[in-house]
């Protein structure tokens, strides 16, 4: 299973950015993929994640109504779009997925917002 992050950087408050994470390794369209971060000095939590198909997602309060998280099983890849970004939501955002009850992460990608 490999997991690659992308799309990560340096937004000023109330920008976008469009994560990526490319999978390989596995049956991507089997699975439900996540997306965590992780601040300075604080736990890791979960942002959203989505079903197999994508007909099911799901939100982490802290992004409701401004972060979309999609796939595409033919790219196989899963996205998280996140708008009107705030200072608090700088972290390494990971993708994850769960097979036969392993966790796998990517490495990570840095976003920071701030002016």
């Known amino acids: 299973v490999q997991l690659v992050e992308s799309g990560g950087g340096l937004v000023q408050p109330g920008g976008s950015l469009r994560l990526s994470c490319a999978a390989s390794?596995?049956?991507?369209?089997?699975?439900?993929m996540s997306w965590y971060r992780q601040a300075p000095g604080k736990e890791r939590e979960l942002v959203a994640s989505?079903?197999?198909?994508?007909?099911?997602?799901n939100y982490a309060d802290s992004g409701k109504g401004r972060f979309t998280i999609s796939r595409d099983n033919a790219k196989n890849t899963v996205y998280l779009q996140m708008n009107s970004l705030k200072p608090e939501d700088t972290a390494v955002y990971y993708c994850?997925?769960?097979?036969?009850?392993?966790?796998?992460w990517g490495q990570g990608t840095q976003v920071t917002v701030s002016s």
């Open positions: 994850s997925t769960v097979r036969w009850g392993i966790n796998y």
């Open positions: 390794g596995f049956t991507f369209s089997s699975y439900a």
């Open positions: 989505i079903s197999n198909t994508g007909a099911v997602t």
